[in-house]
């Protein structure tokens, strides 16, 4: 059962200056002065975060295309990266480690681009200061159709490194992957394929 740790920001989804509209989802403006409400206010907060997390599963669920596939039929294997020494393994399953930042795509099989369901991905990243920390590990499996999704913190940076995600993933019949997604900075969200090579097969 997946649990919220961080938290998700409804307005990243809904109603914010710079909302992100998932597909088939449509604006819910929170009325500025919702707080003097009370009660009302709150549960108007409440429904919006309901309905974030809802987009957000279905998101998962529907998968989400990402630029692996530039070619229907065609793709290319996740070029492996470092794992770094802050990796700990045992991360739980969440869709959400923060706020600010949509992560989503596909896990995809090597040679034959088909979507591979159940495939565990794993994420972690440092903090604003640069520190890793547990609040923001988490682990997902992929839905029917091979989608991931979920919301973190942008990720901090320390010295000679720029703003990265570090990623693991494992599906039954392919090689683990262990990469790196970089930023820019100030992203609200990106999209982010996962491509695994089949494990060769004794004929």
């Given at each position: 059962?997946?649990?919220?740790?961080?938290?998700?920001?409804?307005?990243?989804?809904?109603?914010?200056?710079?909302?992100?509209l998932?597909?088939?989802?449509?604006?819910?403006m929170?009325?500025?002065?919702?707080?003097r409400?009370?009660?009302?206010?709150?549960?108007r907060?409440?429904?919006g975060?309901?309905?974030?997390?809802?987009?957000?599963?279905?998101?998962?669920?529907?998968?989400?295309?990402?630029?692996?596939?530039s070619?229907?039929?065609?793709c290319?294997?996740?070029?492996?990266?470092?794992?770094?020494?802050?990796?700990?393994p045992?991360?739980p399953?969440l869709?959400?480690?923060?706020?600010?930042?949509?992560?989503?795509?596909?896990?995809?099989?090597?040679?034959?681009?088909?979507p591979?369901p159940?495939?565990?991905?794993e994420?972690?990243?440092?903090?604003?200061?640069?520190?890793?920390?547990?609040?923001?590990?988490?682990?997902?499996?992929?839905?029917?159709?091979?989608?991931?999704?979920?919301?973190?913190?942008?990720?901090?940076?320390?010295p000679?490194?720029?703003?990265?995600?570090?990623?693991?993933?494992?599906?039954?019949?392919h090689?683990?992957?262990?990469?790196?997604?970089?930023?820019?900075?100030?992203?609200?969200?990106?999209g982010?394929?996962?491509?695994?090579?089949?494990?060769?097969?004794?004929?």
């Amino acid at each position: 059962m997946l649990t919220d740790a961080g938290g998700i920001n409804a307005e990243v989804f809904l109603g914010g200056r710079n909302s992100l509209l998932l597909p088939g989802t449509k604006t819910v403006m929170r009325p500025s002065g919702a707080g003097r409400y009370g009660g009302k206010g709150r549960r108007r907060r409440f429904s919006g975060s309901l309905v974030a997390v809802a987009c957000l599963l279905a998101l998962i669920q529907a998968g989400v295309p990402g630029s692996a596939r530039s070619e229907v039929g065609k793709c290319v294997p996740t070029e492996e990266d470092a794992e770094g020494p802050f990796y700990k393994p045992g991360a739980p399953e969440l869709y959400s480690t923060g706020s600010g930042l949509v992560v989503s795509g596909d896990v995809i099989s090597y040679p034959d681009c088909r979507p591979i369901p159940g495939a565990r991905v794993e994420w972690w990243h440092a903090d604003r200061s640069g520190r890793y920390v547990d609040s923001l590990r988490g682990t997902q499996k992929t839905g029917a159709t091979g989608g991931y999704a979920f919301t973190t913190s942008p990720p901090g940076v320390y010295p000679g490194r720029p703003p990265h995600i570090h990623f693991k993933v494992f599906a039954p019949g392919h090689k683990p992957l262990t990469t790196q997604l970089y930023l820019r900075g100030g992203e609200k969200a990106i999209g982010f394929d996962l491509v695994v090579e089949a494990e060769q097969r004794d004929r």
